[in-house]
């Protein structure tokens, strides 16, 4: 099974799909992402934009879900920025901020001003 996520015009995914190989190869039984995407076009329309993700996190990252964004550039799949100071980590394929989290037990909110973790009550 391949798996395509439906992304809009600020590449943010919509929606992901699951679509059968047999739609993906080509005259030599290879797959081919375009043939999955012009077959999604012809059920949701040639409007619509897609990507191809993988269930196994082998290209693009990481698996395509609602609300993460596709960055065309990277050719993969990441969470939105959460505060301008946390910058992109390839290792984790995520974003990081500049003081890692304190793993005491406790629970922490970041402080964006002052760039560090603060402990929170509840």
Do not use: C
């Not at 080509?26 to 269930?55: A, P």
């Not at 550039?73 to 990081?96: A, G, H, N, R």
């Amino acid at each position: 099974m391949a798996h395509f996520a439906k992304i809009d015009e600020k590449n943010i995914v919509e929606l992901v799909v699951v679509v059968d190989n047999d739609k993906l190869l080509d005259e030599f039984k290879e797959e081919n992402e375009f043939l999955g995407i012009q077959y999604l076009k012809s059920i949701f329309g040639e409007s619509t934009n897609w990507v191809q993700t993988s269930y196994n996190h082998k290209f693009r990252g990481r698996m395509a879900s609602p609300g993460l964004i596709y960055n065309s550039e990277l050719d993969i799949f990441m969470s939105q920025k959460k505060y301008p100071s946390w910058t992109y980590s390839e290792e984790v394929k995520d974003f990081i901020p500049p003081t890692p989290y304190p793993f005491d037990g406790d629970k922490y909110e970041w402080d964006e001003d002052n760039k560090v973790w603060i402990k929170t009550l509840f």
